[in-house]
């Protein structure tokens, strides 16, 4: 597309939407930025767009067949899968061409995404890819606390540290108090390196508050952003694992996640009795002002 050659002026800056995911009614949230296109821009050129627009990822989408090709970027890289850009791209693509159920094609998976407009916020809900679940390495799981300064009694030992991934990987530490949770602190750049070593999108952080509600934080160093205040994929791969090691989630959870940055998101997450299928992850989306 011509238009992407000429870089990062008004041309592309008309074509984003910004979009906050998970919201809490018409607050909250996490924003995403989205572009759908005739036909995606090149790599570089997605990633300069994603870096100026500031959000911890844009989603790029353009129709194929009878779905849409997605690729996402964060700040510093390209991610293999979003939640949180997915809702707000279900959000836009019911904006544009009505409530539906859009398929996607990601790099490495296909999934849909749902969309229905409800005033002045989207409902909208994904099907993530498949999940996997394993026990973490000492290794890795040593280097963890090591970067938030905790030690193994700060863990809750009915949720034990695990990879979960649902369509892409996270590291699943669960805590035993709130209060440790709103202590979180780690440096950035030790956080990317501990990410890149064992290839983490995303660590979660998180305390049960009841069987069906969590409290979640998530360190996205490896995108090159300190905390996202709502994340879908991690949502999604935290119900795969509690789905795997038999926790009593009476088919679903609901999580609240960036409370403590001052961004409250909601995620709601249906788990299917069947090991290792999809996860459903549902929330409101508001768009953005300028």
Same mark, same amino acid.
């Given at each position: 597309?011509?238009?992407?050659?000429?870089?990062?002026?008004?041309?592309?800056?008309?074509?984003?939407?910004?979009?906050?995911?998970?919201?809490?009614?018409?607050?909250?949230?996490?924003?995403?930025?989205?572009?759908?296109?005739?036909?995606?821009?090149?790599?570089?050129?997605?990633?300069?767009?994603?870096?100026?627009?500031?959000?911890?990822?844009?989603?790029?989408?353009?129709?194929?067949?009878?779905?849409?090709?997605?690729?996402?970027?964060?700040?510093?890289?390209?991610?293999?899968?979003?939640?949180?850009?997915?809702?707000?791209?279900?959000?836009?693509?019911?904006?544009?061409?009505?409530?539906?159920?859009f398929p996607l094609t990601l790099n490495q998976a296909r999934i849909t995404?749902?969309?229905?407009?409800?005033?002045?916020?989207?409902?909208?809900?994904?099907?993530?890819? @498949?999940?996997?679940? +394993?026990? *973490?390495?000492?290794?890795? &799981?040593?280097? /963890? =606390?090591?970067?938030?300064?905790?030690? #193994? %009694?700060?863990?809750?030992?009915?949720? @034990?540290?695990?990879? +979960?991934? *649902?369509?892409?990987?996270? &590291?699943?530490? /669960? =805590?035993?108090?709130?209060?440790?949770? #709103? %202590?979180?602190?780690?440096?950035?750049?030790?956080?990317?390196?501990?990410? *890149?070593?064992?290839?983490?999108?995303?660590?979660? =952080?998180?305390?049960?508050?009841?069987?069906?509600?969590?409290?979640?934080?998530?360190?996205?160093?490896?995108?090159?952003?300190?905390?996202?205040?709502?994340?879908?994929?991690?949502?999604?791969?935290?119900?795969?694992?509690?789905?795997?090691?038999?926790?009593?989630?009476?088919?679903?959870?609901?999580?609240?996640?960036?409370?403590?940055?001052?961004?409250?998101?909601?995620?709601?997450?249906?788990?299917?009795?069947?090991?290792?299928?999809?996860?459903?992850?549902?929330?409101?989306?508001?768009?953005?002002?300028?």
């Amino acid at each position: 597309d011509p238009l992407w050659s000429r870089g990062l002026g008004d041309v592309y800056k008309r074509q984003v939407l910004k979009i906050a995911a998970f919201s809490d009614g018409e607050q909250g949230g996490n924003p995403a930025g989205v572009v759908i296109a005739e036909a995606l821009p090149p790599e570089a050129q997605m990633q300069r767009i994603a870096a100026d627009v500031g959000f911890s990822e844009t989603a790029f989408a353009a129709r194929t067949g009878d779905g849409w090709r997605v690729r996402y970027f964060a700040l510093q890289s390209e991610v293999p899968f979003c939640g949180h850009a997915t809702i707000a791209l279900g959000a836009a693509l019911a904006l544009q061409h009505g409530d539906g159920v859009f398929p996607l094609t990601l790099n490495q998976a296909r999934i849909t995404v749902e969309g229905r407009r409800n005033g002045a916020t989207v409902e909208a809900a994904l099907q993530s890819p @498949p999940t996997r679940s +394993a026990a *973490a390495v000492p290794a890795l &799981l040593s280097a /963890a =606390l090591a970067l938030f300064g905790l030690d #193994a %009694a700060a863990l809750d030992a009915r949720i @034990p540290p695990a990879v +979960a991934h *649902a369509g892409a990987d996270h &590291l699943v530490l /669960a =805590l035993e108090s709130r209060a440790a949770l #709103a %202590a979180m602190h780690y440096e950035l750049e030790a956080g990317r390196a501990l990410m *890149a070593r064992f290839d983490l999108t995303t660590i979660v =952080l998180l305390h049960a508050e009841s069987a069906r509600r969590f409290h979640t934080r998530n360190p996205f160093a490896s995108g090159g952003v300190y905390e996202d205040p709502a994340t879908g994929a991690a949502t999604a791969a935290l119900a795969g694992y509690l789905r795997d090691i038999g926790w009593p989630h009476g088919g679903a959870i609901d999580v609240v996640q960036g409370e403590d940055m001052g961004m409250l998101s909601r995620l709601h997450a249906g788990i299917p009795a069947a090991p290792g299928s999809s996860i459903r992850v549902s929330g409101t989306a508001r768009i953005m002002r300028d």
